[in-house]
């Protein structure tokens, strides 16, 4: 989760979230508080994440709207919110924290309560500490390693996309993408010597191969996009294979030899996911029935 200060001049309603989401970013969450004026009571907070480009009149600024019409925007933010939370601080926190400090307690804790995540976190103030504010690193340097640091870049606030070599294998045009992105960072010539953490990836022990240095770079998750290698050692010499390794077998699983077939990720195909293999796994099974029926 990105977080983004929002100040008012300069901008008008809507604007922020308007370039949010020209940016990339799928949820983007509006976050502030109600009570920071009062001498007393507590303070609470709101988090709201709206479906993109969704308007609802009024909802620019509630103190110009009755109570008559807050409430009917009350009511279609609750329609047609994505997922929305409310929270507060205490008197006590305030004594303790000041209102500042309250008032970001109670706002993060509206956006801890969400249950869907957003990818960019709005707040109507000068300051955003002690809001967790995720890293993930994507390893490789082919197409598949650059589009999947940029599908991330929507989700997290800072991807690093980590090659071994000093320039990428991708396309031109998916590496441009990537440079214009301001929350992904390449490190290149750089290699992963160790995954650092106890029950969940904290960090990464990193090498730079050109120069021998070692750093450690912190990060919430890890996916690595080097490629795979197919094990098809079983019928190397029976059956054709790609330069890959792959077995070469259609959509109805047949392959060079009468009587075997491929199914599942050591066919050759362009997309490799489970419901993919599931898929071959039944049509493999009725293209295996027809040719014993036939014999």
Partial sequence: MSSLEKRKEGMGPGEYEQKAVEAGFV???????????PLAGPVYAAAVILPPDLEIPGL???????AKQREAVRGRILETALDSAVAFATVEEIEALNILGASLLAMRRAVEALRVRP???????????GFAQPAVAVVGGGDTAVSDALYLSKLAAKVYLIHRRDEFRASKFLVERAQARENIRFILSTVVEEVLGEDRVQGLRLR?????NV??????GLFVAVGIRPNSELVRGLVALDEGGFVVAGED???????????????????????????????????ALEYLETR
């Avoid at 620019?60 to 009755?66: C, E, P, R, V």
């Avoid at 730079?208 to 021998?212: D, K, P, T, Y």
């Avoid at 750093?215 to 919430?220: I, N």
Wanted: aromatic share 2%; with cysteine; proline share 3%.
């Fill in 27 to 37: 949820r983007v969450c509006g976050c502030d508080e109600a009570g920071a004026g």
């Fill in 60 to 66: 620019n600024d509630s103190k110009k709207l009755s």
């Fill in 119 to 129: 990818a960019l976190l709005l707040i109507d103030g000068s300051v955003a500490r």
């Fill in 208 to 212: 730079n191969v050109s120069n021998g």
């Fill in 215 to 220: 750093g450690t770079l912190e990060t919430d």
């Fill in 253 to 287: 699983c047949k392959t060079s030899l009468p009587g075997i077939f491929a199914a599942g990720d050591l066919r050759t195909k362009p997309l490799r996911q489970i419901v993919c293999a599931v898929s071959d796994g039944a049509v493999a099974v009725e293209s």
